[in-house]
């Protein structure tokens, strides 16, 4: 399988499998820095973390998530939703082999 093959099943499977959605939106809400975590944005251009438009409402679930260990049925269909468009970022950190 090819890494574009590889990819494109990851985000497949980030945006099917709830499972994966919350690994993965957990994956790179450790990569974000404490100030960004506390101001709930995408302040350093690092390539890792959420983009500046799911930094809000993705932080808050991670947060949601690790406090309380569930998700809404409305965090559900955001995760499902947002989550694909993470598969080469998380296939980078991930999926290569070294």
Same mark, same amino acid.
């Given at each position: 399988?090819? /890494?574009k093959e590889e990819i494109a099943a990851w985000k497949f499977? !980030? %945006?099917?499998? +709830? %499972?994966?959605?919350?690994?993965?939106? &957990?994956?790179?809400?450790?990569?974000?820095? +404490?100030?960004?975590? *506390?101001q709930q944005a995408t302040l350093e251009s690092n390539g +890792? %973390?959420?983009? *500046?438009? #799911?930094?809000?409402? &993705?932080?808050?679930?991670?947060?949601r998530y690790i406090k309380t260990g569930g998700l809404y049925?409305? #965090?559900? /269909?955001? !995760? !499902?939703?947002?989550?694909?468009?993470?598969? *080469?970022? +998380?296939?980078?950190?991930?999926?290569?082999?070294?």
């Amino acid at each position: 399988m090819t /890494k574009k093959e590889e990819i494109a099943a990851w985000k497949f499977k !980030l %945006g099917s499998n +709830l %499972g994966w959605a919350v690994k993965g939106m &957990l994956a790179i809400y450790k990569n974000q820095t +404490l100030k960004e975590k *506390s101001q709930q944005a995408t302040l350093e251009s690092n390539g +890792l %973390g959420f983009t *500046s438009y #799911d930094s809000v409402t &993705l932080t808050q679930i991670a947060e949601r998530y690790i406090k309380t260990g569930g998700l809404y049925l409305g #965090d559900r /269909k955001v !995760l !499902l939703y947002r989550m694909p468009k993470y598969a *080469s970022q +998380l296939h980078k950190q991930y999926g290569e082999k070294k």
